[in-house]
Protein backbone atom coordinates (compact mmCIF):
# COMPACT_ATOMS: atom_id res chain seq x y z
CA UNK A 1 0.00 0.00 0.00
CA UNK A 2 1.13 3.58 -1.03
CA UNK A 3 -1.12 4.94 1.70
CA UNK A 4 -1.61 8.20 1.17
CA UNK A 5 -0.01 10.14 -1.64
CA UNK A 6 0.32 14.32 -2.79
CA UNK A 7 0.64 15.65 -5.95
CA UNK A 8 2.64 17.75 -7.12
CA UNK A 9 5.39 18.14 -4.16
CA UNK A 10 6.20 21.59 -5.03
CA UNK A 11 4.83 24.47 -6.72
CA UNK A 12 5.49 28.12 -7.12
CA UNK A 13 2.46 30.32 -8.39
CA UNK A 14 2.25 33.95 -9.59
CA UNK A 15 -0.56 35.85 -7.87
CA UNK A 16 -3.85 35.36 -9.63
CA UNK A 17 -3.38 31.66 -11.34
CA UNK A 18 -4.98 28.47 -10.34
CA UNK A 19 -3.94 25.21 -9.37
CA UNK A 20 -5.06 22.09 -8.42
CA UNK A 21 -4.20 19.23 -5.81
CA UNK A 22 -4.19 16.09 -5.95
CA UNK A 23 -4.60 13.67 -2.32
CA UNK A 24 -5.17 10.12 -3.13
CA UNK A 25 -5.49 7.24 -0.58
CA UNK A 26 -5.17 3.08 -1.40
CA UNK A 27 -6.62 2.58 2.33
CA UNK A 28 -10.43 2.61 1.50
CA UNK A 29 -10.95 5.43 4.17
CA UNK A 30 -13.95 7.39 4.23
CA UNK A 31 -13.12 10.57 5.47
CA UNK A 32 -10.32 12.71 3.99
CA UNK A 33 -8.74 16.40 5.48
CA UNK A 34 -6.61 18.87 3.52
CA UNK A 35 -4.99 21.22 6.15
CA UNK A 36 -2.38 23.95 6.08
CA UNK A 37 1.20 24.67 7.87
CA UNK A 38 2.29 27.27 8.72
CA UNK A 39 5.09 28.49 11.05
CA UNK A 40 4.07 29.22 14.33
CA UNK A 41 0.09 27.64 14.04
CA UNK A 42 0.47 24.25 13.27
CA UNK A 43 -2.11 22.67 10.99
CA UNK A 44 -5.29 24.12 10.67
CA UNK A 45 -7.78 22.47 8.67
CA UNK A 46 -9.11 23.76 5.59
CA UNK A 47 -12.03 21.64 4.31
CA UNK A 48 -12.92 17.84 4.85
CA UNK A 49 -14.97 15.43 3.55
CA UNK A 50 -16.94 12.13 5.18
CA UNK A 51 -17.15 10.18 2.01
CA UNK A 52 -17.25 10.52 -1.80
CA UNK A 53 -19.49 13.28 -3.12
CA UNK A 54 -19.48 14.94 0.37
CA UNK A 55 -17.56 18.15 1.44
CA UNK A 56 -17.39 20.22 4.29
CA UNK A 57 -15.86 23.59 5.46
CA UNK A 58 -13.21 23.37 8.22
CA UNK A 59 -11.52 26.49 9.95
CA UNK A 60 -9.98 28.46 7.04
CA UNK A 61 -11.51 27.66 3.94
CA UNK A 62 -11.53 31.14 2.24
CA UNK A 63 -9.82 30.96 -1.03
CA UNK A 64 -9.81 27.15 -1.78
CA UNK A 65 -12.75 24.79 -3.30
CA UNK A 66 -12.27 21.13 -2.73
CA UNK A 67 -13.92 17.58 -4.52
CA UNK A 68 -14.53 14.16 -3.64
CA UNK A 69 -15.59 12.96 -7.11
CA UNK A 70 -13.93 9.51 -6.10
CA UNK A 71 -13.97 7.65 -2.52
CA UNK A 72 -9.91 7.11 -2.95
CA UNK A 73 -9.47 11.01 -4.20
CA UNK A 74 -9.84 14.71 -2.45
CA UNK A 75 -9.05 17.22 -4.52
CA UNK A 76 -8.09 21.08 -3.25
CA UNK A 77 -8.19 23.99 -6.03
CA UNK A 78 -7.01 27.46 -5.46
CA UNK A 79 -9.15 29.47 -8.33
CA UNK A 80 -7.10 32.69 -7.94
CA UNK A 81 -3.69 32.51 -5.60
CA UNK A 82 -3.27 34.81 -3.57
CA UNK A 83 0.92 35.21 -1.53
CA UNK A 84 -1.39 34.33 1.87
CA UNK A 85 -2.00 31.14 0.60
CA UNK A 86 1.84 30.23 0.35
CA UNK A 87 2.08 27.29 2.57
CA UNK A 88 2.80 23.51 2.97
CA UNK A 89 -0.66 21.72 2.43
CA UNK A 90 -0.94 17.84 4.05
CA UNK A 91 -3.94 15.96 3.11
CA UNK A 92 -4.86 13.03 5.67
CA UNK A 93 -7.61 10.22 5.77
CA UNK A 94 -9.08 7.78 7.82
CA UNK A 95 -11.44 5.76 9.01
CA UNK A 96 -15.28 6.90 10.53
CA UNK A 97 -15.11 6.47 14.24
CA UNK A 98 -17.43 4.39 16.20
CA UNK A 99 -18.78 4.40 19.83
CA UNK A 100 -15.59 5.70 21.78
CA UNK A 101 -12.63 5.02 19.96
CA UNK A 102 -11.42 7.48 17.67
CA UNK A 103 -9.34 6.40 14.44
CA UNK A 104 -6.09 7.94 13.42
CA UNK A 105 -5.42 9.95 10.92
CA UNK A 106 -2.67 9.08 8.20
CA UNK A 107 -1.20 12.06 6.51
CA UNK A 108 0.78 12.11 3.21
CA UNK A 109 4.07 13.90 2.81
CA UNK A 110 3.24 16.99 2.01
CA UNK A 111 3.08 20.03 -1.36
CA UNK A 112 5.09 23.14 -0.75
CA UNK A 113 3.08 25.69 -2.53
CA UNK A 114 4.77 29.08 -2.80
CA UNK A 115 2.67 31.95 -4.01
CA UNK A 116 4.79 35.60 -5.17
CA UNK B 1 -14.08 26.07 21.05
CA UNK B 2 -11.65 23.41 21.45
CA UNK B 3 -8.19 24.04 21.66
CA UNK B 4 -4.81 22.88 22.78
CA UNK B 5 -1.81 24.36 23.96
CA UNK B 6 1.82 23.14 23.77
CA UNK B 7 5.21 24.37 24.88
CA UNK B 8 7.37 26.56 22.49
CA UNK B 9 10.45 25.56 21.07
CA UNK B 10 12.82 24.94 19.93
CA UNK B 11 13.52 22.64 23.01
CA UNK B 12 17.63 21.51 22.98
CA UNK B 13 18.75 18.67 24.54
CA UNK B 14 21.59 16.17 24.56
CA UNK B 15 21.21 12.63 24.32
CA UNK B 16 20.19 10.34 26.90
CA UNK B 17 18.84 13.33 28.22
CA UNK B 18 15.16 13.17 29.50
CA UNK B 19 12.21 14.59 27.60
CA UNK B 20 9.21 16.51 28.67
CA UNK B 21 6.74 18.50 26.03
CA UNK B 22 4.07 19.86 27.65
CA UNK B 23 0.10 19.86 26.15
CA UNK B 24 -2.87 21.40 28.03
CA UNK B 25 -6.21 21.35 26.21
CA UNK B 26 -9.69 22.98 26.46
CA UNK B 27 -12.60 21.05 25.35
CA UNK B 28 -16.15 20.53 25.99
CA UNK B 29 -16.74 16.31 26.77
CA UNK B 30 -14.22 13.74 26.46
CA UNK B 31 -11.77 14.21 23.81
CA UNK B 32 -9.22 11.52 22.81
CA UNK B 33 -6.15 13.00 22.76
CA UNK B 34 -2.85 12.07 20.74
CA UNK B 35 0.80 12.98 19.95
CA UNK B 36 2.04 13.01 16.01
CA UNK B 37 5.74 13.56 15.15
CA UNK B 38 7.03 15.35 11.87
CA UNK B 39 10.43 14.43 10.99
CA UNK B 40 12.46 17.06 8.61
CA UNK B 41 10.70 16.92 5.13
CA UNK B 42 8.01 14.33 5.60
CA UNK B 43 4.27 14.11 6.56
CA UNK B 44 2.62 13.90 10.10
CA UNK B 45 2.95 10.21 11.78
CA UNK B 46 0.67 9.20 14.79
CA UNK B 47 3.01 8.93 17.78
CA UNK B 48 0.73 7.57 20.71
CA UNK B 49 -2.84 8.49 21.52
CA UNK B 50 -4.80 7.90 24.69
CA UNK B 51 -8.83 7.60 24.27
CA UNK B 52 -10.25 8.34 28.45
CA UNK B 53 -9.16 9.68 30.89
CA UNK B 54 -5.99 7.46 32.91
CA UNK B 55 -5.18 6.14 29.76
CA UNK B 56 -1.86 5.97 28.79
CA UNK B 57 -0.24 5.73 25.37
CA UNK B 58 2.65 4.55 24.77
CA UNK B 59 5.26 4.15 21.62
CA UNK B 60 9.24 4.28 21.17
CA UNK B 61 9.86 4.88 24.35
CA UNK B 62 7.73 8.10 24.25
CA UNK B 63 4.27 8.09 26.77
CA UNK B 64 1.78 10.23 27.44
CA UNK B 65 -0.60 9.98 30.52
CA UNK B 66 -4.21 11.99 29.70
CA UNK B 67 -5.17 13.81 33.08
CA UNK B 68 -8.28 14.80 32.75
CA UNK B 69 -8.14 16.32 36.47
CA UNK B 70 -5.26 19.05 34.52
CA UNK B 71 -6.59 18.91 31.41
CA UNK B 72 -3.37 17.57 30.34
CA UNK B 73 -1.30 14.87 27.80
CA UNK B 74 2.41 15.57 28.65
CA UNK B 75 5.05 13.65 26.17
CA UNK B 76 7.83 11.92 28.14
CA UNK B 77 11.12 9.93 27.40
CA UNK B 78 13.29 9.16 29.32
CA UNK B 79 16.34 8.84 27.32
CA UNK B 80 16.15 10.77 24.10
CA UNK B 81 18.46 9.92 20.58
CA UNK B 82 19.85 12.19 17.72
CA UNK B 83 16.89 10.59 15.70
CA UNK B 84 14.63 11.96 18.06
CA UNK B 85 14.84 15.21 16.59
CA UNK B 86 11.83 16.24 15.19
CA UNK B 87 8.54 18.78 15.52
CA UNK B 88 6.09 16.87 17.78
CA UNK B 89 2.45 18.18 17.77
CA UNK B 90 0.11 17.06 20.37
CA UNK B 91 -3.74 17.21 19.30
CA UNK B 92 -7.21 16.15 20.12
CA UNK B 93 -10.51 14.79 17.88
CA UNK B 94 -13.70 16.35 19.88
CA UNK B 95 -15.96 13.66 21.86
CA UNK B 96 -18.98 15.08 19.41
CA UNK B 97 -16.86 13.54 16.40
CA UNK B 98 -18.93 12.10 13.56
CA UNK B 99 -16.49 13.77 11.53
CA UNK B 100 -13.01 12.93 13.80
CA UNK B 101 -11.38 16.17 13.21
CA UNK B 102 -8.53 16.89 14.92
CA UNK B 103 -7.26 20.10 16.72
CA UNK B 104 -3.90 20.97 16.31
CA UNK B 105 -1.36 22.68 18.78
CA UNK B 106 1.34 24.94 17.10
CA UNK B 107 4.11 22.00 17.52
CA UNK B 108 7.26 22.27 19.60
CA UNK B 109 10.83 21.56 17.40
CA UNK B 110 12.99 19.30 19.39
CA UNK B 111 16.65 19.17 18.65
CA UNK B 112 18.95 16.41 20.23
CA UNK B 113 22.89 16.99 20.24
CA UNK B 114 25.43 13.92 20.27
Known amino acids: NAGVTQTPKFRVLKTGQSMTLLCAQDMNHEYMYWYRQDPGMGLRLIHY???????AKGEVPDGYNVSRLKKQNFLLGLESAAPSQTSVYFC???????????????FGPGTRLTVT | GDSVTQMEGPVTLSEEAFLTINCTYT??????LFWYVQYPGEGLQLLLKATKADDKGSNKGFEATYRKETTSFHLEKGSVQVSDSAVYFCALAGSGGATNKLIFGTGTLLAVQP
Open chain 2, 27 to 32: ATGYPS
Open chain 1, 49 to 55: SVGEGTT
Open chain 1, 92 to 106: ASSYPPRGSNTYEQY
